[in-house]
Each structure stands twice: as structure tokens, then as C-alpha cells.
């Protein structure tokens, strides 16, 4: 059985008067460890399925099952409990807090769950490459550290599922290709299972599987 699995999952939004269909009936399976990129035109559903995926939003219809549990049975809380142990985030906008430094934005998700900051978050900055710039606010920081930075923040504490939203659509080609690179790397070390929405051809191509995503279904 699947790390992740999506069962007939549909997702619809009011947007005035008009109902947006954004998921319907979508079937995905992701194993522990795979990597897996997700495109599809802007407005295809991408985000949604994230969001939906990591239990930050819920569907209308069908089964969103992580790890051997269904996460429309969680509560609330349980749900954010599990994000915190088990789902890390990187968006296109990196989300740092702007007022903590590097170390302590990698070192909040683990402070959360009521864990100590301890050597993981040193190391984990040091692999992405970011030690001589542990004290410094996400300000002082060029889009690519901000970007590795964050990367460090979604797996300091070792999840077992990444998801990443455009993680280099904010990024020029070289430097979204470097942020790629320590991505791929660093989930490998985890043994994190990957999945990324990406419009970049490219970066999707480094997956082991390419879904997709058009008119609510991935194909
Ligand atoms: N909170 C919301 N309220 C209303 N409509 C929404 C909401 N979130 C998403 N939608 C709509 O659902 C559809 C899917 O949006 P989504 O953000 O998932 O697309 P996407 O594939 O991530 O697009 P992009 O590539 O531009 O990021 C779009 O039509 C969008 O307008
Ligand atoms: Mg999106």
C-alpha cells in the first residue's frame, strides 16, 4: 500500500455565482520514496491537490489516505499533529518568517511539535549549504538561499512526505536548477517521498513519474 493515496477525490470553490470544479474524481497513489512531479496549465488543480494532499484543505468527495490513515477521519488538530511529524512544505514564495533567521526558521517545525532545536537543524542548514548564512534574517538572503532555506526548514525533522509547489518558478534557470539539485538531494537523504507541481518542463523530467493534471483528473 501507497504512502499516499487520493480515492475519487474531488474539490469544488464558490467564485461568485459560479461553481469551480477543480478536482473531480482524481485517483493517485504515491509509494514511500518515490518522486513524482505534477503539471498541468495554470488553474488545473495543481495547488489544490497539495493542499488537499498535505491535509491543509479538505475534498468534497473521495479519500485522502497518508501513512495507513484516512485524514477526513483526523480531527483538526490530529491532522496538524501528523503534518508536523510526517509532511514538509516548500512554496514558490518560500513563506520564511521574515523576523527570525535562517536557524530559527528551520528550527520552528520542530520547536512545534514540541521537540528540541538540536543538532538536526545545523546539520540540516549545513546541507543545504547555508552555514555561514545560519544568523542571518530571510531578507539578507538572495531568492536561491531563501529557497534552501526553506528547503531546510520542511526537513528538519526527517518527514516522510515533501510537497513542493513551484519550488523554482520564483527562481532564474541557473539558480532554480542549483535549488533542484539540493532538493532532490536532501529528500534522497530523508528518504522522504517527493511530490512537486512544476511548469518547468525541465525539473519535471527529473521525476521518477510525471502525472498530469487537466480538466480534475491526472493522467
Ligand atoms: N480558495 C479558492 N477559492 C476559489 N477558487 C479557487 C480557490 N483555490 C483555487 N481555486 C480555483 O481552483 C482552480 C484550481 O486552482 P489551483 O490553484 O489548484 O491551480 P494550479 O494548477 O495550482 O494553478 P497555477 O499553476 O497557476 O498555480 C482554479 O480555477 C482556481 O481559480
Ligand atoms: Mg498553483
Given at each position: 500500500m501507497g504512502l499516499l493515496r487520493l480515492d475519487g477525490v474531488s474539490k469544488r470553490f464558490r467564485r461568485g455565482r459560479e461553481d469551480v470544479?477543480?478536482?473531480?474524481?482524481v485517483e493517485l497513489e504515491i509509494d514511500a520514496g518515490e518522486f513524482v512531479s505534477l503539471v498541468g496549465p495554470s488553474g488545473s488543480g495543481k495547488s489544490t491537490l497539495l493542499h488537499l494532499a498535505g491535509g491543509i484543505d479538505q475534498p468534497d468527495d473521495g479519500l485522502v489516505t497518508f501513512d495507513g490513515r484516512d485524514?477526513?477521519?483526523?480531527s483538526v488538530g490530529e491532522r496538524a499533529r501528523l503534518r508536523r511529524k510526517k509532511i514538509g512544505f516548500v512554496f514558490q514564495f518560500f513563506h520564511?518568517?521574515?523576523?527570525?533567521t535562517v536557524a530559527e526558521n528551520v528550527a520552528l517545525p520542530l520547536l512545534l511539535d514540541g521537540r528540541r532545536a538540536d543538532g538536526a537543524v545545523a546539520d540540516t542548514i549545513a546541507q543545504v549549504g547555508l552555514s555561514e548564512r545560519a544568523?542571518?534574517?530571510?531578507?539578507?538572503?538572495?531568492g536561491g538561499e531563501m529557497q534552501r532555506a526553506a528547503i531546510a526548514r520542511a526537513l528538519v525533522a526527517r518527514p516522510r512526505l515533501l510537497l513542493a509547489d513551484?519550488?523554482?518558478?520564483?527562481?532564474?534557470s541557473a539558480t532554480g536548477k542549483e535549488v533542484l539539485d539540493v532538493l532532490v538531494t536532501e529528500v534522497l537523504e530523508v528518504g522522504a517521498a517527493l511530490l512537486m507541481a512544476t511548469h518547468d518542463e525541465r525539473a519535471a523530467g527529473r521525476a521518477g513519474r510525471v502525472l498530469n493534471l487537466r480538466d480534475g483528473n491526472v493522467s
Amino acid at each position: 500500500m501507497g504512502l499516499l493515496r487520493l480515492d475519487g477525490v474531488s474539490k469544488r470553490f464558490r467564485r461568485g455565482r459560479e461553481d469551480v470544479v477543480a478536482l473531480d474524481g482524481v485517483e493517485l497513489e504515491i509509494d514511500a520514496g518515490e518522486f513524482v512531479s505534477l503539471v498541468g496549465p495554470s488553474g488545473s488543480g495543481k495547488s489544490t491537490l497539495l493542499h488537499l494532499a498535505g491535509g491543509i484543505d479538505q475534498p468534497d468527495d473521495g479519500l485522502v489516505t497518508f501513512d495507513g490513515r484516512d485524514l477526513g477521519r483526523l480531527s483538526v488538530g490530529e491532522r496538524a499533529r501528523l503534518r508536523r511529524k510526517k509532511i514538509g512544505f516548500v512554496f514558490q514564495f518560500f513563506h520564511l518568517i521574515p523576523t527570525l533567521t535562517v536557524a530559527e526558521n528551520v528550527a520552528l517545525p520542530l520547536l512545534l511539535d514540541g521537540r528540541r532545536a538540536d543538532g538536526a537543524v545545523a546539520d540540516t542548514i549545513a546541507q543545504v549549504g547555508l552555514s555561514e548564512r545560519a544568523r542571518h534574517l530571510p531578507g539578507e538572503l538572495s531568492g536561491g538561499e531563501m529557497q534552501r532555506a526553506a528547503i531546510a526548514r520542511a526537513l528538519v525533522a526527517r518527514p516522510r512526505l515533501l510537497l513542493a509547489d513551484e519550488p523554482t518558478g520564483n527562481l532564474d534557470s541557473a539558480t532554480g536548477k542549483e535549488v533542484l539539485d539540493v532538493l532532490v538531494t536532501e529528500v534522497l537523504e530523508v528518504g522522504a517521498a517527493l511530490l512537486m507541481a512544476t511548469h518547468d518542463e525541465r525539473a519535471a523530467g527529473r521525476a521518477g513519474r510525471v502525472l498530469n493534471l487537466r480538466d480534475g483528473n491526472v493522467s
